[in-house]
């Protein structure tokens, strides 16, 4: 089983509605970051979220981290069809050394 | 905005030849990092490094090298290419560590090893 993991495996909303992705993990970690990559691109950085915060804010973006249950989301308000991509999350776990573990990630479409 | 970018873009390479990937980053950051990504899965972290002519194993270093002659440079060496590898490779840098900073990621190099 992954390490980190994100569900839904693929979302499909319309323009304006507001979406949610998941993530669980299974370490102790320092911090959890969201990503976006578009097709053909390398990933890009949304939101760093530390293990002593629970809430984190990027304009349209709200990622927030549960340690107690070992989760994250990340919600888009006001989805535009440039949001569409894979949406990851990432950890980089507190113990054990350089370790960081990306999950497989949940397909967003938005449809105009 | 930061600038990382990998040559080339996409490679075929032979079962054991031998493969450099090349990344360059203008961002004077400390960190650079080499992940692999296969299609339809998460990146996995092979090398990173945090000061010139210096480089760490990551999660799946076995089969690959790494070199860092210089700040601005960082390159991914296949020495005996395997169809096993055959995936995208994704070159990163930061100014901090992952738990600190935010990673800036090339567009990538597709590599086809027949």
């Known amino acids: 089983s992954q390490l980190a993991e994100e569900n839904p495996w693929a979302l499909s909303v319309h323009e304006g509605e507001s979406v949610t992705v998941n993530c669980s993990y299974k370490t102790s970690i320092t911090a959890l970051q969201w990503y976006r990559q578009k097709s053909g691109e390398g990933p890009a950085q949304l939101i760093l979220?530390?293990?002593?915060?629970r809430e984190k804010r990027n304009g349209r973006l709200r990622a927030t981290l549960d340690t107690s249950s070992q989760s994250s989301s990340l919600s888009i308000t006001a989805t535009r069809c440039e949001d569409t991509a894979v949406y990851f999350c990432?950890?980089?776990?507190?113990?054990?050394?350089?370790?960081?573990?990306f999950g497989s990630g949940t397909r967003l479409l938005v449809s105009p | 905005e930061a600038a990382v970018t990998q040559s080339p873009r996409s490679k075929v390479a032979v079962t054991g030849g031998k493969v450099t990937l090349s990344c360059h980053q203008t961002?004077?950051?400390?960190?650079m990092y080499w992940y692999r990504q296969d299609t339809g899965h998460g990146l996995r972290l092979i090398h990173y490094s945090y000061v010139a002519d210096s480089t760490e194993k990551g999660d799946i270093p076995d089969g690959y090298k790494a070199s860092r002659p210089s700040q601005e440079n960082f390159s991914l060496i296949l020495e005996l290419a395997s169809l096993s590898q055959t995936a995208v490779y994704f070159c990163?840098?930061?100014?901090?560590?992952?738990?600190?900073?935010?990673?800036?990621f090339g567009p990538g190099t597709r590599l086809l090893v027949l």
């Open positions: 990163a840098s930061s100014d901090w560590g992952f738990n600190q900073d935010t990673q800036y």
């Open positions: 990432a950890t980089e776990p507190g113990t054990g050394g350089y370790k960081v573990v």
């Open positions: 979220i530390r293990s002593n915060e």
């Open positions: 961002n004077n950051h400390d960190y």
